[in-house]
């Protein structure tokens, strides 16, 4: 089974405020087989967080990988994802349930919380 890391960012200056996403991709040997940056407008940084999220899995998905490991130092997102905390932002939900959607695709997910230094790459990007 093909395996992706997939490491994401979300940031937002002002919060809300101008926003950007930073997606990284890794490939089972460590090799970075896709990256980018992207602004998106004035959100929160959560939305942000969630935009890279989605964005991120998508590549994945287009990639054909069926096993991926995501790393994000939003704790929030990492504990919604697993169900330890509930989705209570009106804002957040839409993009939320289009998560959960697009992980039902794959045949393993494992979801770990990163502190910032250690997701420095996508953090970079998404700045």
């Known amino acids: 089974m093909r395996r992706a890391t997939l490491a994401i960012d ?12 930073g997606v990284v991709i ?5 090799n970075v087989v896709c990256e980018y940056g992207q602004h998106i407008g004035d959100t929160t940084n959560n939305f942000a967080e969630y935009t890279a999220l989605v964005r991120g899995l ?7 990988f069926e096993h991926v490991v995501i790393r994000s130092d939003s704790e929030l997102l990492v504990r919604q994802l697993s169900g330890q905390y509930k989705v209570r932002s009106k804002n957040l939900l839409r993009i939320y349930k289009s998560a959960l959607e697009l992980l039902e695709k794959f045949k393993y997910v494992s979801i770990n919380h990163v502190c910032r230094e250690a997701n420095a790459r996508a953090d970079k990007l998404a700045s």
């Open 10 to 21: 979300g940031a937002s200056k002002g919060n809300p405020g101008p926003a950007g996403i």
């Open 26 to 30: 890794y490939d089972e040997s460590g």
């Open 58 to 64: 998508q590549e994945v998905l287009k990639m054909g």
